[in-house]
């Protein structure tokens, strides 16, 4: 037996998957088999499999039935895909041989050529732009040589994505949206051969022609199955490589083609989490396919600023400096009151974040932010929302003031170019709050009602004050049992019912 690890599931693999000393025998003894030189194994970029590599040739060894998932699809697909790259004359590592190995466990293998090369994304990351550009054009040739009819495997696309639960993680209202989207779908394309999966990791730079590897995730599909992984992953939405590698597409029909592609694709969930957070949204944050639309377009084509749907509002340009940009933005709208309102609001965020050991210029840069929307009309921010397909809470279409808090975030991350989620979620919930609120939430929500903007004392600061001599948590519930035993709010958000319930949850478990 060359083999000695015990695998009984998917947990189990994945403990051992990258462990070079516990393949080793099996690796040695596949390669024997087949004729090729058993020297040691080195690991290689992990994936799903077992991946390593032995002097010149790379061992691929699939992971076994007993984990819980068969791979026997994926090992034939891979073994097709390869062959079928062979002939199409794909820049790929040549498929040398493939088998299986009783063992402990039956293992499926490949053993194909080394290529020599530094993985696209870390190469990419260092390129000028006119080198990207260039590298865009030169994936695209590479992938447009692949997209050809081919007698491999293929999937049905249109229920994969009915079943996909990676897109959970997002806002509901946007997840039924990429259903709906799916559904419709004609999907009357010639289905062409592609690889599905073409991110840094599966594309390596040595020379002046791209290499892609790893064809596991290689199907069937229309040729804009390929947009997601490469514009998302492989691009990370440089505008120079995307734009090159659109080609002579115009940017509609291209956005609009990456959107069919994400909402049907098998990673598509995980590329926008991931996109989500490198570009500073909460995952619940975007709530449209409109709104990702317009996000799209700005990040890749430059167009489409949220600030151009308020015409009735002033945008001048700005120095670069928060509290002076923030003095000129409302200065220019007519908003003195504000502009004295968030200066005294910064001033008491900074003292409870020194009190409370939060970050005193996180929690004074979201302070001075937090009334951005104060320059946009009640009903242009209502249009707008509707607009944008924004998922609307009854009590934001009774009361659209409420909707300054999410405008704020975008206003923040447009013109002050706050990217910092913590920073953007206190912006976000100054008027609600959140369940599950961070230190710099709860001090931004309380700052803006210990100093809030109607020219008299609070009445509920005296309850506030008591529940700061306990701690942030109980400060906000004092401030919520206040405001709902005098009826002081005329309808309740649902970010402040579920914040309220979590907040009364935790004074019943004694965790304030």
């Given at each position: 037996?060359?083999?000695?690890?015990?695998?009984?599931?998917?947990?189990?693999?994945?403990?051992?998957?990258?462990?070079?000393?516990?393949?080793?025998?099996?690796?040695?003894?596949?390669?024997?088999?087949?004729?090729?030189?058993?020297?040691?194994?080195?690991?290689?970029?992990?994936?799903?499999?077992?991946?390593?590599?032995?002097?010149?040739?790379?061992?691929?060894?699939?992971?076994?039935?007993?984990?819980?998932?068969?791979?026997?699809?994926?090992?034939?697909?891979?073994?097709?895909?390869?062959?079928?790259?062979?002939?199409?004359?794909?820049?790929?590592?040549?498929?040398?041989?493939?088998?299986?190995?009783?063992?402990?466990?039956?293992?499926?293998?490949?053993?194909?050529?080394?290529?020599?090369?530094?993985?696209?994304?870390?190469?990419?990351?260092?390129?000028?732009?006119?080198?990207?550009?260039?590298?865009?054009?030169?994936?695209?040739?590479?992938?447009?040589?692949?997209?050809?009819?081919?007698?491999?495997?293929?999937?049905?696309?249109?229920?994969?994505?009915?079943?996909?639960?990676?897109?959970?993680?997002?806002?509901?209202?946007?997840?039924?949206?990429?259903?709906?989207?799916?559904?419709?779908?004609?999907?009357?394309?010639?289905?062409?051969?592609?690889?599905?999966?073409?991110?840094?990791?599966?594309?390596?730079?040595?020379?002046?022609?791209?290499?892609?590897?790893?064809?596991?995730?290689?199907?069937?599909?229309?040729?804009?199955?390929?947009?997601?992984?490469?514009?998302?992953?492989?691009?990370?939405?440089?505008?120079?490589?995307?734009?090159?590698?659109?080609?002579?597409?115009?940017?509609?029909?291209?956005?609009?083609?990456?959107?069919?592609?994400?909402?049907?694709?098998?990673?598509?969930?995980?590329?926008?989490?991931?996109?989500?957070?490198?570009?500073?949204?909460?995952?619940?944050?975007?709530?449209?396919?409109?709104?990702?639309?317009?996000?799209?377009?700005?990040?890749?084509?430059?167009?489409?600023?949220?600030?151009?749907?308020?015409?009735?509002?002033?945008?001048?340009?700005?120095?670069?400096?928060?509290?002076?940009?923030?003095?000129?933005?409302?200065?220019?709208?007519?908003?003195?009151?504000?502009?004295?309102?968030?200066?005294?609001?910064?001033?008491?965020?900074?003292?409870?974040?020194?009190?409370?050991?939060?970050?005193?210029?996180?929690?004074?840069?979201?302070?001075?932010?937090?009334?951005?929307?104060?320059?946009l009309s009640r009903e242009t921010m209502l249009q707008t929302a509707k607009d944008l397909g924004m998922e609307l809470d009854p009590a934001e279409e009774q009361f659209p003031m409420l909707l300054h808090q999410r405008f704020g975030v975008m206003l923040a991350?447009?013109?002050?170019?706050?990217?910092?989620?913590?920073?953007?979620?206190?912006?976000?919930?100054?008027?609600?709050?959140?369940?599950?609120?961070?230190?710099?939430?709860?001090?931004?929500?309380?700052?803006?009602?210990?100093?809030?903007?109607?020219?008299?004392?609070?009445?509920?600061?005296?309850?506030?004050?008591?529940?700061?001599?306990?701690?942030?948590?109980?400060?906000?519930?004092?401030?919520?049992?206040?405001?709902?035993?005098?009826?002081?709010?005329?309808?309740?958000?649902?970010?402040?019912?579920?914040?309220?319930?979590?907040?009364?949850?935790?004074?019943?478990?004694?965790?304030?």
């Amino acid at each position: 037996m060359y083999f000695n690890k015990d695998i009984c599931n998917w947990k189990s693999w994945g403990e051992v998957f990258q462990d070079k000393e516990a393949f080793s025998p099996l690796a040695m003894a596949i390669l024997q088999q087949e004729g090729l030189p058993p020297l040691p194994l080195e690991n290689l970029s992990p994936g799903t499999n077992a991946v390593f590599r032995s002097g010149d040739v790379v061992i691929k060894i699939y992971v076994p039935a007993e984990s819980g998932y068969d791979s026997l699809s994926d090992w034939q697909n891979e073994i097709a895909v390869m062959q079928r790259a062979m002939e199409l004359g794909v820049c790929a590592p040549k498929l040398l041989c493939a088998g299986e190995k009783q063992d402990k466990y039956l293992f499926r293998y490949i053993v194909m050529d080394f290529c020599p090369g530094r993985e696209a994304g870390d190469a990419f990351a260092g390129m000028t732009p006119a080198e990207r550009r260039s590298f865009a054009v030169r994936i695209g040739e590479v992938l447009k040589k692949l997209n050809q009819p081919a007698a491999v495997a293929g999937k049905d696309l249109k229920k994969q994505a009915a079943e996909n639960e990676h897109f959970d993680c997002l806002h509901p209202h946007l997840v039924r949206e990429i259903k709906q989207r799916v559904a419709a779908l004609p999907l009357d394309e010639e289905y062409v051969l592609v690889h599905g999966d073409c991110t840094g990791e599966n594309v390596l730079v040595n020379g002046t022609e791209p290499m892609l590897i790893d064809f596991a995730d290689c199907t069937l599909a229309p040729a804009w199955y390929e947009l997601p992984a490469a514009v998302f992953e492989l691009f990370r939405c440089d505008p120079n490589a995307v734009n090159a590698f659109r080609g002579e597409t115009d940017e509609e029909t291209f956005l609009q083609k990456l959107l069919d592609g994400l909402c049907i694709h098998q990673f598509g969930g995980f590329i926008l989490h991931d996109f989500f957070l490198r570009e500073g949204y909460a995952l619940d944050e975007v709530w449209s396919l409109r709104q990702l639309e317009f996000i799209l377009r700005q990040k890749l084509f430059d167009i489409g600023n949220i600030s151009d749907c308020f015409s009735s509002a002033v945008f001048p340009d700005l120095t670069g400096d928060i509290l002076t940009d923030a003095r000129i933005l409302y200065l220019a709208n007519g908003r003195t009151d504000t502009l004295n309102h968030v200066k005294e609001v910064a001033e008491t965020a900074v003292e409870l974040a020194e009190r409370f050991g939060a970050e005193p210029e996180a929690c004074r840069t979201a302070a001075i932010l937090h009334d951005l929307a104060a320059v946009l009309s009640r009903e242009t921010m209502l249009q707008t929302a509707k607009d944008l397909g924004m998922e609307l809470d009854p009590a934001e279409e009774q009361f659209p003031m409420l909707l300054h808090q999410r405008f704020g975030v975008m206003l923040a991350r447009e013109r002050f170019g706050i990217t910092d989620s913590d920073i953007l979620s206190a912006i976000g919930h100054h008027t609600t709050l959140k369940k599950d609120p961070s230190d710099i939430d709860m001090i931004v929500f309380l700052a803006d009602k210990i100093r809030w903007d109607r020219g008299t004392v609070p009445p509920f600061l005296p309850v506030i004050e008591k529940g700061l001599q306990l701690s942030l948590k109980a400060a906000c519930l004092e401030y919520f049992d206040y405001v709902t035993h005098h009826s002081m709010i005329l309808r309740a958000h649902r970010l402040m019912e579920e914040a309220h319930t979590a907040l009364r949850r935790d004074r019943a478990k004694g965790t304030l």
